[in-house]
T-cell receptor
Framework: DTAVSQTPKYLVTQMGNDKSIKCEQN?????MYWYKQDSKKFLKIMFS???????INETVPNRFSPKSPDKAHLNLHINSLELGDSAVYFC?????????????????FGEGSRLTVL | AQKVTQAQTEISVVEKEDVTLDCVYE???????LFWYKQPPSGELVFLIR??????QNEISGRYSWNFQKSTSSFNFTITASQVVDSAVYFC??????????FGAGTRLFVKA
């Protein structure tokens, strides 16, 4: 059973199109993330959701709209795709902090979704 | 400001050599966690180790060992007797709470047979 699964694994599309990537985790975690990995392998956080609420939006263009219908799912919709959006997008989850505490921050990653915009 | 620096962009070694990957971090928080992740050519991100800021004990797991030194804000990773299967990009990361993990730029390790 895959802990964090994202679909599709590969996505090739034309500039200007709209596309979505879906992510699901079965670890019972309450925090989910989207990370973008560019061609130089640099990993940058895009969004964090805790208990379905947006916690971090790391100056991502508003063409990117995450949605968390429940704690186990975090989807990413991208409008009007641009060439610079080509990257690998990783979904991840972690267990949030216990009451009054700090979580360990260990991330469990999906396999990544490689988006190519032509 | 929080930052993770992996100064080595690429390292190339011959099989059976030992190799150390450097990681230097910056944070003003007193409670934090440090991580190493491995990304093999297949692309997935694999968790290797977590260390909290209060535990400076070095750790060894098979051919892998980690040296955490708060005095120099470093968390270095050594692979002993490297193997071709160790070829990957290795990321050091820092978490101080706030639902945000900061990653270093990664070090690409090539192990040649």
């Amino acid at each position: 059973d895959t802990a964090v699964s994202q679909t599709p694994k590969y996505l090739v599309t034309q500039m200007g199109n709209d596309k979505s990537i879906k992510c699901e985790q079965n670890l019972g975690h309450d925090t989910m993330y989207w990370y973008k990995q560019d061609s130089k392998k640099f990993l940058k956080i895009m969004f964090s959701y805790n208990n379905k609420e947006l916690i971090i939006n790391e100056t991502v263009p508003n063409r990117f709209s995450p949605k968390s219908p429940d704690k186990a799912h975090l989807n990413l919709h991208i409008n009007s795709l641009e060439l610079g959006d080509s990257a690998v997008y990783f979904c991840a989850s972690s267990q949030g902090p216990p009451s009054g505490g700090v979580s360990t921050g260990e991330l469990f990653f999906g396999e990544g979704s490689r988006l190519t915009v032509l | 400001a929080q930052k993770v620096t992996q100064a080595q962009t690429e390292i190339s070694v011959v099989e059976k050599e030992d190799v150390t990957l450097d990681c230097v971090y910056e944070t003003r928080d007193t409670t934090y966690y440090l991580f190493w992740y491995k990304q093999p050519p297949s692309g997935e991100l694999v968790f290797l180790i977590r260390r909290n800021s209060f535990d400076e004990q070095n750790e060894i797991s098979g051919r892998y060992s980690w040296n955490f030194q708060k005095s120099t804000s470093s968390f270095n990773f050594t692979i002993t007797a490297s193997q071709v299967v160790d070829s990957a990009v290795y990321f050091c990361a820092l978490y101080t709470g706030g639902f945000k993990t900061i990653f270093g730029a990664g070090t690409r390790l090539f192990v040649k047979a």
